[in-house]
């Protein structure tokens, strides 16, 4: 809406990107911790509680924390992106359609496990799955047929494509965005854990998409150029804007949880924006501690099937940490380090190519 206006009333710093991008990073934090409170009050009138990890010991004061909290910050990124954004942008309907659509299957899982009280519970594993695949296949076409995004495959550190995926970069893609939300899904199991890193993933992811969009910068670096991709650095912003008015009270001792109403979203959309950035390789180090956790799950997982024997105390490994007497704010901290320092990182090797 606000880029309309500069077209009408010729408001010249409107057009910005970057001008746009503030702008909905504090209309969606100021949203948010507004809201929030709000929300809480309702979702503990309502009984809407996370059900908590009964082997986890330090876990059993969390019985009473409300969740789905993700639709509150999810709320207002699509309302600041609908302000700032041009809505007839391909890349920008398709990052809302991300959140809008992944955030759904998240809070039909949420209800289903408020509803049972039990956290194994909500929607079946297989009925999961396939309602991700759906709208991870509906975002890939769109991005194939209407936005036209190239299909080239990239790697950090070599400025030219590898090769060109043609059609099978529709499953690649599919394959990305499903691992990206549920690799965020299984990191927020702590206060905060999963908040901090997706913030600082945002920010690198929105740096590279801006770059990507940008002619003389993309050139400069050696990135392809897509036109148009860099709008979508705006829903980033106000995801990131939303993340941290959450934060408030999601931080240590957390007043509520995101649930997979939050993390599956936001998850997907850290895929979707390492799709435009030709970053998807480079989500690996920008995600390091997604991708940790995932690991661990998987690891234990085939220890036990193989040898009948686990590697960690508990996975995710956060919970090993846990299980060996780690406070869990300390856990927290330094996983937010780790992060920080990957993301660091991750920004290095732009240069590097």
């Not at 009138?45 to 908590?52: E, F, G, L």
């Not at 799955?129 to 209407?146: D, E």
């Not at 799709?275 to 995600?287: F, Q, R, V």
Request: charged share 15%; aromatic share 12%; proline share 3%.
């Amino acid at each position: 809406m606000l880029y309309y206006i500069y077209e009408i009333f010729d408001i010249n710093i409107l057009q910005y990107i970057s001008v746009r991008a503030g702008i909905a990073f504090l209309i969606a934090f100021c949203c948010t911790i507004l809201f929030t409170p709000r929300y809480i009050r309702w979702a503990k009138a309502k009984k809407a509680n996370q059900p908590i990890n009964k082997w986890v010991e330090g876990h059993k004061s969390k019985q009473s924390t409300p969740t789905m909290g993700g639709a509150v910050f999810l709320s207002a990124t699509i309302f600041a992106s609908l302000l700032t954004t041009k809505l007839h942008n391909p890349y920008v309907v398709g990052g809302l359609i991300t959140l809008i659509g992944f955030g759904l299957i998240g809070m039909k899982d949420d209800i289903g496990k408020i509803l049972t009280g039990d956290n194994l519970q909500g929607l079946s594993p297989k009925g999961k799955m396939g309602l991700l695949i759906i709208i991870s296949v509906t975002i890939s076409l769109l991005l194939l047929f209407i936005a036209k995004i190239p299909t080239t495959f990239y790697l950090p550190f070599i400025k030219t494509p590898i090769f060109d995926m043609g059609y099978f970069a529709i499953a690649f893609w599919v394959l990305v965005l499903i691992a990206a939300s549920n690799a965020v899904n299984l990191t927020d199991g702590l206060d905060g854990l999963a908040t901090v890193p997706t913030i600082m993933a945002l920010s690198t992811l929105g740096i590279i998409v801006y770059i990507v969009g940008h002619a003389i910068f993309s050139n400069y670096l050696l990135l392809p150029n897509i036109k148009g991709v860099g709008e979508v650095t705006i829903v980033a912003a106000a995801l990131a804007g939303g993340l941290l008015g959450f934060l408030w009270y999601n931080s240590y001792p957390a007043e509520l949880f995101m649930g997979d109403t939050g993390s599956l979203a936001i998850g997907a959309f850290l895929g979707y924006m390492a799709i435009l950035g030709k970053s998807e390789i480079l989500l690996i180090l920008i995600g390091i501690i997604f991708v940790i956790e995932t690991l661990s799950v998987m690891l234990q997982v085939g220890s036990y099937k193989l040898r009948k024997k686990r590697i960690f105390l508990m996975a995710p490994i956060h919970h090993h940490y846990e299980m060996k007497g780690w406070k869990e704010s300390k856990i927290i901290v330094r996983f937010w380090m780790i992060a920080l320092i990957a993301n660091l990182l991750a920004l290095i090797t732009l240069k590097i190519r």
